[in-house]
């Protein structure tokens, strides 16, 4: 996986049994100037998880860091059939900025997406995971 402390974030998910990710229940971006005049933008995204046995629900946040082309379509909710789907552009030579290009999927397995949101990035991180 390509989130940094992606398999910590979910230790506890795998202890309660199988989960899943069920929507995306809030969207913030922002963007930060350095002193050299520099804009950097991330990407916060919390996901609404459901564990399959207990129906138990979380709420796990993951930063998307150096976000450029974020397109976000009208939607009223957008549900998730999995996580976002994380091309690595690396052996492609493409500029470390871009590396990933992160979009939802339709569910139907051909990584087509509903097109409701979608990215680069240059990195990603889990960074809490609560009780919904």
């Not at 199988?18 to 100037?33: F, G, P």
């Not at 993951?62 to 549900?79: A, G, P």
């Not at 052996?91 to 990215?119: A, K, M, P, T």
Request: aromatic share 16%; charged share 25%; proline share 0%.
């Amino acid at each position: 996986m390509f989130i940094k402390n992606y398999e910590t974030t979910t230790d506890k998910l795998n202890a309660l049994g199988s989960w899943t990710y069920k929507e995306i229940v809030r969207i913030d971006y922002a963007m930060d100037i350095d002193f050299k005049d520099n804009y950097t933008s991330s990407l916060t995204l919390s996901f609404h998880i459901s564990v399959i046995e207990t129906n138990q629900c979380f709420k796990m946040r993951i930063r998307y860091f150096d976000v450029s082309d974020l397109s976000v379509r009208k939607i009223t909710n957008l549900y998730l059939t999995r996580s976002l789907i994380v091309h690595d552009k690396k052996e492609l030579g493409w500029d470390r900025s871009q590396r990933y290009h992160v979009h939802d999927d339709s569910g139907y397995g051909e990584n087509d997406g509903y097109n409701f949101i979608e990215f680069y990035c240059s990195s990603m991180e889990a960074i809490s995971l609560e009780e919904f």
